[in-house]
């Protein structure tokens, strides 16, 4: 490949061949271990990769594509259906940057050799001049790559090199955790990841249990409101309201997740709050609404008739408020909803056939030639 090829081009396609040298098949992923064994976070992203790829993709995506897409994969020994799972956590840092952005780490775990990965990766930012270092940290090599010199061009006669800003972090690391899990982020997330998987600094057992609500999740985002979450919404323009903003310091994390069994695809929220009482009273502000929603959605469906483009999607919504779980455990406050698979589906293809197919611009008549005069 050429040595214009960006970088970022260059790392995905070593992925893909590190992703060839697999190792055994890895057995059925055990979400709280994964979680358990990420360093302390103010927000956990966590992806069940094997059930999304291998059971959600096959019945919503047409065969035809999906077999593209697997294939796509193979031609260089890439079987994505390999993937385990993709933990993404995020913490802000004491004291914030100046662009005050969070720290993030990304843990990618899958049938694949993240040793050879690595090695590949260092030949493409070989390839591309692109300046890294090695350190030694614990037991664990980590490579960190100083992402100002992506896309800087060599100096010409002794000028300095011109730099090109590519990415808000000066820098990120990267390092394999074991024969099958790879992980990246900014360099003290990254030590912190190392220091988790070694018993130190791991995860709190209270956003473990939140976030590991649903074991079988295809995602779960667990978020730990911080202490001034109600300076940054007054920034973001949230009108002053004490009694708005009281039922906000209320709320200590948030869980969402989405799950699939045989037949449905549920959404489900658990919010932890201070005290039991003022998970009760979130619970009946829900309730407050879910009435309003309902009798809004029987009025709207009486008006309607099967033929009208909005029918199945009306009765769909009021098949979904009779599943709707509001209940509280202690001080969580636990809410769930599922739909039927057949009728997700069905919505999704309606929507799919009713987006317009992109008009074809005529094109311009040229002009006629003007008769010769005799």
């Not at 098949?25 to 966590?46: C, E, H, N, T």
């Not at 993937?83 to 775990?109: Q, S, T, W």
């Not at 099958?180 to 030590?191: E, K, M, W």
């Amino acid at each position: 490949m050429c040595k214009s090829t960006p970088v970022r081009l260059m790392l995905p396609l070593a992925l893909l061949f590190a992703l060839c040298q697999a190792a055994a098949a890895q057995g059925p992923v055990d979400k709280r271990q994964a979680l358990s064994s990420m360093p302390d976070s103010q927000a956990i992203l966590y992806v069940n990769a094997r059930r999304i790829i291998n059971e959600v993709m096959p019945r919503l995506m047409p065969a035809a594509d999906y077999q593209k897409m697997i294939a796509e994969g193979q031609k260089v020994g890439f079987d994505v259906r390999e993937i385990d799972y993709v933990a993404v956590g995020a913490r802000l840092a004491d004291p914030p940057p100046a662009n005050n952005l969070p720290e993030f780490v990304v843990v990618l775990r899958g049938n694949f050799n993240a040793d050879t990965l690595l090695a590949l990766g260092r030949v493409a930012a070989g390839a591309e001049n692109v300046q890294r270092r090695s350190e030694t940290y614990g037991s664990k090599t980590i490579e960190v790559v100083d992402l100002t010199s992506v896309g800087t061009k060599p100096p010409a006669d002794g000028a300095a090199p011109e730099k090109k800003q590519v990415s808000p972090y000066p820098e990120i690391a990267v390092t394999a955790l074991d024969a099958n899990t790879l992980v990246a982020g900014v360099p003290s997330y990254v030590r912190a990841m190392v220091d988790a998987a070694g018993g130190r600094g791991a995860m709190r057992s209270s956003m473990v249990e939140l976030a590991a609500r649903e074991p079988q999740a295809l995602w779960s985002l667990t978020v730990e409101l911080p202490p001034n979450t109600v300076d940054y919404l007054r920034k973001a323009g949230m009108p002053s309201n004490p009694e708005a903003e009281q039922m906000i310091r209320w709320v200590k994390q948030v869980s969402l997740a989405q799950g699939m069994d045989a037949l449905s695809y549920s959404l489900s929220a658990a919010v932890l709050t201070d005290a039991p009482e003022h998970a009760s009273a979130f619970s009946g502000l829900v309730r407050m609404g879910l009435l309003a929603a309902q009798t809004a959605l029987n009025q709207e469906a009486a008006k309607l008739t099967p033929k009208h483009k909005d029918y199945a999607k009306t009765r769909t919504a009021l098949n979904v408020l009779k599943t709707f779980v509001n209940r509280t455990e202690g001080n969580t406050l636990v809410l769930s909803a599922s739909v039927p698979q057949k009728e997700l589906a069905a919505i999704i293809r309606q929507e799919m056939a009713s987006k317009p197919a992109a008009k074809k611009t005529a094109p311009r008549p040229g002009r006629r030639p003007r008769p010769r005069r005799r």
